[in-house]
């Protein structure tokens, strides 16, 4: 670790705005375009980056760096690059496992869930707020980004994700039960 690391380090975990600055300022461009081999979506890429920074300025005092600041970033790029790509195959495989067939990583889907389980998913979308039913169906139905969806709805980005996370774990609770007794059937049909 050089001086300049030392010092860098330093003024950031004493909360120096313009060290920080100069921080992202100087890595993330580069960040990005190590992010984007992973994701190969440039505004993925960007967000993942943005949100790296945001953990690294709320946690800057809990921080323990031990290498060099530019290898604890192209760390931290990937592990963060990593987990998004993580996250969107348990997503896509928890929405295979409900009834819907999500065609790629981004989350669109090749159709509608059938039967009983599209009627209980129409019922529990009926059930939520208005804005957030149409952020979740332009997302999950008609295959939009986040970023598109706040740029179309004229909202933050940030209100896009909490309005899907707040969705996602009220379509989970929703639908809950019904998957119990699936799991149930299986089990009981199962030789």
């Given at each position: 670790?050089?001086?300049?690391?030392?010092?860098?380090?330093?003024?950031?975990?004493?909360?120096?705005?313009s060290i920080f600055e100069q921080i992202f300022r100087t890595f993330?461009?580069?960040?990005?375009?190590?992010?984007?081999?992973?994701?190969?979506?440039?505004?993925?890429?960007?967000?993942?980056?943005?949100?790296?920074?945001?953990?690294?300025?709320?946690?800057?005092?809990?921080?323990?760096?031990?290498?060099?600041?530019?290898?604890?970033?192209?760390?931290?790029?990937?592990?963060?690059?990593?987990?998004?790509?993580?996250?969107?195959?348990?997503?896509?495989?928890?929405?295979?496992?409900?009834?819907?067939?999500?065609d790629d990583l981004s989350g669109g889907f090749n159709h509608e869930?059938?039967?009983?389980?599209?009627?209980?998913?129409?019922?529990?979308?009926?059930?939520?707020?208005?804005?957030?039913?149409?952020?979740?169906e332009m997302s999950r139905f008609e295959g939009m980004k986040y970023?598109?969806?706040?740029?179309?709805?004229?909202?933050?980005?940030?209100?896009?994700?909490?309005?899907?996370?707040?969705?996602?774990?009220?379509?989970?609770?929703?639908?809950?039960?019904?998957?119990?007794?699936?799991?149930?059937?299986?089990?009981?049909?199962?030789?």
């Open positions: 670790m050089t001086n300049e690391d030392l010092l860098l380090i330093t003024g950031l975990k004493r909360g120096d705005r993330y461009p580069e960040l990005c375009g190590f992010s984007l081999r992973y994701v190969a979506d440039p505004l993925v890429a960007e967000e993942i980056v943005q949100d790296l920074f945001c953990k690294i300025w709320y946690r800057r005092e809990e921080l323990v760096i031990n290498t060099s600041l530019k290898s604890y970033l192209y760390k931290a790029a990937a592990n963060h690059s990593i987990n998004h790509i993580r996250h969107l195959e348990m997503q896509r495989k928890y929405f295979n496992y409900v009834g819907f067939e999500v869930p059938d039967g009983e389980l599209a009627a209980l998913v129409q019922k529990a979308l009926l059930e939520l707020p208005e804005k957030r039913r149409e952020i979740f970023h598109e969806i706040a740029e179309k709805l004229g909202i933050n980005i940030k209100t896009v994700e909490t309005q899907m996370t707040r969705a996602l774990e009220f379509m989970r609770k929703y639908l809950k039960e019904f998957i119990t007794a699936i799991l149930l059937i299986i089990n009981i049909i199962k030789p």
